[in-house]
């Protein structure tokens, strides 16, 4: 999970300076959202299995 949070933490700045120069931010949003995806599900799974 360490590596989700790492490539969630990269997309979220490089969006953020792409949006600063107006620049296509299609590929960036779509692994922040997968990115984001898998870290929730993991901890969905976890509380769920009590942990």
């Given amino acids: ?3 989700l ?3 969630f933490c990269l997309n979220l700045v490089s969006i953020l300076k792409k949006v600063k120069h107006e620049e296509k931010t ?3 949003t779509l ?3 997968i990115s984001f995806t898998l870290i ?3 901890i969905a799974i976890l ?3 009590g942990k």
């Fill in 47 to 49: 509380a769920a299995a």
């Fill in 26 to 28: 299609t590929v960036n």
């Fill in 40 to 42: 929730m599900w993991n």
């Fill in 1 to 3: 999970m360490p590596i």
């Fill in 31 to 33: 692994w922040l959202t």
């Fill in 5 to 7: 949070c790492v490539i």
